[in-house]
């Protein structure tokens, strides 16, 4: 435990000078970083991604699609459109918008789920939404004409959204739901992709966009016995209903009789843990790491108020969130939330008076101090909520902020104080075992009807792999081979050997964490290219290899200012598991921040001679 009032054996000089942070601090900032890295190295394991279990084979079955009503069954096509583009999503659902913008007739969305929504189409956990702002996260509002009707939107209006989105630019004519997508090979002599699926088709397209990604391949933990588990059990992205009874409101009358166990305590755990805390008989969290939970304050969104504001304000809002976020100076703070607070006072401490004129090194000293703070007030929260002391201990996150993703929620504490609920905290080494119908946690067996996976989804494992097929591109060139040494793209976006072929997503691309923001970044910029090459009448649009040179070398620029951050965090998804070392850079998003990815992608449409793009 940190002790407190240690402020005298203070060694680092700069705390002591600038912005008055240090005073306030109350804590020895060594044994804080040093108590930080022991729960890093403890839970660091050498095996890293491979931990886990892929849902293939015996583990099939958790990633069955539990939500469609009505099973299609249709001949397999060969027929051609204009663009075909992969995924159902925002990413997918942008891309399509925009290409309607442009005046694009002909397209096809292919979707694996049987409606549009992506993530929301799979997450419908009870508890399920979205804790950043729903009128910058939901995209396309004004166009659409919706108010959302919460601060924080649930996940049946996010897919409800999605499917307005599809009405709206007619994305459902044509499309192909219950379709997965099996390879995707370039015919070189026709200037066109096959598409083939799991229906038998060998669809064409002249262009192809990709947005299948990032959080779409469900993991299960690396824990032995799992196979042998005896109860009920299914994934959080999959979740049973009729097992549960109930629906993404909460209710689960079914469980009333039922011992529950949760694996996992990330961003989804927090949210439905309160739901399964209110109806099961007893509900075993099983803890590895424990996420930082601020608040969160949820209220209804003032549909008149959201009418009298002048038209292009969702852009105007996104833009303001994404400056703020991204340590830039606004006059007002439009969103207001726990993101911009918990940013304000780490990143935005650069901007202060006080920090005027200090080194890089003084300034990355004075962020991690305002970190301190940050988590000091989050773990403090914690302890007021908390009855039992030993629950509140464990409960405590000892790492910086952003080291995982920050959840925001009100009840997620509270739920450990029912009797009814057990925090397993498994002191950083997860799960030991599973057998028959127990959880094994340091040789003690807890006894469990059902046992829930809320662990996660693929995002460090190759990018063939997270896709579920490879793509042949020109020469007959496997995306595995070309991409063997690390990504290679320009943008994130093109790849050269791989024309008329675009990619949505993070690997060389942006990341926000407003994240459809970047997708529609990215998927305005596609729609740019496509209408560009139709105005140019050319048949073939492929990035340059000394253009994805120069991506590569900003890439891996701007990636390795991260690293000594990402070494002293804890281990999960944003780290590689905390194995930098095997991490290749060329996989990372563009490292500059998204302000400036997406300053660069205007500017390069601006300029208008499509540099390090060859048209025939
Ligand atoms: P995460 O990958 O964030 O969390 C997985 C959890 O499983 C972690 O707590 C992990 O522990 C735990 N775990 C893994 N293996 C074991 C093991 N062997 N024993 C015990 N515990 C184990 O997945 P989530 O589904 O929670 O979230 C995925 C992402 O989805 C989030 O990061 C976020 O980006 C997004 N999301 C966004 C929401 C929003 O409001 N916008 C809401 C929900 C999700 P450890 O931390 O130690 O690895």
């Not at 209710?251 to 109806?279: E, N, Y």
């Not at 007893?282 to 504001?309: H, K, M, Y």
């Not at 991490?583 to 990815?597: C, D, K, P, V």
Request: proline residues 4%; contains cysteine; aromatic residues 10%.
């Amino acid at each position: 435990m940190i002790q407190r009032g240690l402020t005298s054996k203070r060694e680092n000089s700069v705390s002591d000078t600038i912005g008055g942070i240090g005073q306030q601090l109350g804590y020895d900032p060594d044994a804080l970083r040093e108590k930080y890295r022991i729960e890093r190295d403890r839970r660091i394991r050498p095996e890293g991604n491979a931990q886990y279990r892929e849902i293939a084979g015996e583990f099939s079955s958790f990633g069955q699609d539990p939500y469609v009503e009505q099973p299609i069954s249709r001949a397999p096509l060969t027929d051609e459109v204009e663009v075909a583009v992969i995924g159902g999503g925002f990413g997918g659902l942008l891309a399509g918008a925009r290409l309607r913008d442009a005046g694009i007739a002909d397209i096809r969305m292919i979707e694996s789920g049987a409606d549009f929504g992506g993530t929301w189409y799979w997450n419908r956990y009870p508890g399920a939404a979205c804790d950043i702002e729903a009128l910058i996260y939901l995209p396309l509002l004004e166009e659409t004409g919706y108010i959302p009707l919460e601060r924080y939107t649930r996940a049946p209006e996010i897919f409800e959204h999605s499917r307005r989105i599809g009405r709206h630019y007619r994305l459902y004519d044509n499309a192909c739901f219950q379709t997965t997508v099996t390879g995707l090979d370039w015919d070189e002599a026709a200037n066109r992709w096959i598409i083939s699926t799991n229906r038998g088709d060998a669809m064409r397209a002249r262009y192809v966009i990709m947005s299948n990604g990032p959080l779409n391949r469900p993991k299960l933990p690396g824990i032995p016995g799992i196979e042998t588990f005896k109860g009920k059990t299914f994934h959080t992205s999959r979740w049973d209903y009729d097992y549960t009874g109930g629906n993404t409101t909460g209710g689960l009358s079914k469980l009333v009789d039922k011992r529950v166990g949760i694996i996992g305590t990330g961003a989804t755990a927090v949210q439905c843990v309160p739901h399964l805390a209110a109806s099961a008989k007893e509900l075993f969290v099983f803890q590895r790491t424990p996420s930082a939970v601020n608040f969160r304050g949820d209220r209804p969104v003032d549909a008149d108020w959201v009418r009298s504001l002048e038209p292009g304000w969702q852009r105007r809002r996104m833009d303001n969130f994404n400056i703020l976020m991204s340590g830039g100076y606004q006059d007002e703070d439009l969103v207001s939330d726990g993101w911009t607070e918990a940013f304000r006072d780490l990143v935005n401490v650069a901007a202060k008076e006080s920090a005027k004129g200090l080194t890089s090194h003084e300034l990355g000293a004075l962020a991690e101090q305002a970190d301190f703070v940050t988590m000091e007030k989050i773990r403090g929260r914690i302890d007021t909520v908390i009855s039992d002391s030993a629950a509140a201990e464990a409960l405590k996150p000892w790492y910086r902020l952003f080291c995982k993703r920050p959840c925001f929620h009100d009840q997620y504490l509270d739920a450990f104080n029912r009797p009814n609920v057990h925090l397993v905290d498994t002191e950083g080494q997860g799960v030991e075992a599973i057998s028959g119908n127990s959880v094994i946690v340091q040789g003690k067996a807890y006894e469990v009807d059902c046992l829930i996976f809320a662990t996660g989804f693929e995002v460090g494992t190759g990018f063939t792999r997270r896709n579920g097929y490879d793509i042949h591109g020109r020469d007959g060139l496997a995306m595995t081979q070309a991409w063997a040494d690390g990504a290679r793209s320009l943008h994130g976006i093109m790849v050269n050997h791989f024309p008329n072929l675009f990619m949505l997503g993070s690997v060389q691309g942006g990341f926000t964490a407003n994240y459809p923001h970047n997708l529609i970044e990215q998927a305005t910029h596609v729609a740019y290219v496509i209408d560009q090459a139709g105005c140019r009448q050319a048949q073939h649009v492929e990035a340059t290899r000394d253009a994805e040179d120069y991506w590569i070398s900003k890439i891996i620029a701007k990636a390795n200012r991260s690293v000594a951050f990402q070494e002293a965090c804890t281990p999960g998804y944003y780290n590689n598991e905390g194995d930098l070392q095997s991490r290749n850079l060329q996989n990372t998003n563009y490292g500059g921040g998204s302000i400036e990815y997406f300053h660069i992608l205007e500017k390069w449409r601006q300029t208008g001679d499509l540099r390090g793009v060859e048209l025939k």
